[in-house]
Structures are given as structure tokens and as C-alpha cells.
């Protein structure tokens, strides 16, 4: 059995910087047993490549617009929109004019151990993509390089 969690602004863990995002692990999978909680906040222009992973990924924009991408399809998330994106989804998000934040939820463990890897190896400022996809690949992180 695990143990209630409350997260609360002053009991926060530090956020994560993840190629120029703060992302915070609200929940982690080994809290809870199976799923995960972020609070993602960014920059203008900030947000991953195209991407996908073998979780389920659900992400509620709490304020900005930001942009995400699924597939051939693009769209503005403005407040209050949940964007669901089943595992094995090739996804990405901007975020828009003045920076935004969400609230993120995978359906398994994994991310959070991934993002803390990414934190701790991978320049926030000028990230070296190799090695963000090499460090990656064990949590099933595909990121589809273009054709050259």
C-alpha cells in the first residue's frame, strides 16, 4: 500500500531543467505505484521534438497558449484544454508567446527517472540531442530524427 501525497508549493522538489523547461515531479510512479504527475512550465519557444514513448501521456494547460503537435496535425491548447495522447503517439508541444504552464500525467512509471537523467546529463541551454535520444532510448523515448 502507498502512502497518501500532498504536494504543496513549499514541499516541492526542486524542478527539473529539461532543454530550457521546469518541469517538477508532482508524483512519481514508485509514489504511487503506477502512474506519474508533472507541472511543466516554459519559456516561449521551449518544448520537446517530435517524440514518442510507451505511455500514455495527458497534459491539461493551466495558462498560455501552447502548441502541440500529433502526427500531420497541429493545434493551440488554449486554458483549460486536456490534450490525451495514447503510448506510442509521435507528439510535440511549443509553448506560445509569453511562456504557459501545464499540469502532465503518464500512465505508467518512467518519465520521471528519464527527466531526472535528462536534468543531471543534457545542457539545458544548448542540449546535445545525441545524447538526449541515447539516454532515452532505455525508457523507450523514440524521437524520429528528419531525413538528411
Do not use: C
Amino acid at each position: 500500500m502507498h502512502e497518501p501525497i500532498i504536494v504543496t508549493p513549499a514541499s516541492a522538489p526542486r524542478p527539473l531543467n529539461i532543454v530550457g523547461e521546469q518541469l517538477t515531479i508532482l508524483a512519481s510512479g514508485a509514489q504511487t505505484g503506477s502512474y506519474e504527475i508533472f507541472h511543466q512550465a516554459g519559456p516561449e519557444g521551449s518544448g520537446p521534438p517530435p517524440h514518442n514513448h510507451p505511455w500514455d501521456e495527458a497534459f491539461y494547460v493551466i495558462s498560455g497558449e501552447i502548441a502541440f503537435g500529433v502526427g500531420d496535425e497541429e493545434m493551440i491548447a488554449q486554458p483549460g484544454t486536456l490534450v490525451h495522447l495514447p503510448a506510442g503517439t509521435t507528439h510535440w508541444f511549443r509553448f506560445g508567446a509569453g511562456g504557459g504552464e501545464m499540469v502532465s500525467m503518464t500512465s505508467r512509471e518512467g518519465a520521471s527517472h528519464m527527466f531526472t537523467d535528462f536534468d543531471r546529463e543534457v545542457s539545458p541551454v544548448n542540449p546535445d540531442i545525441e545524447k538526449l535520444i541515447a539516454l532515452g532510448r532505455p525508457y523507450g523515448l523514440e524521437i524520429p530524427l528528419p531525413a538528411a
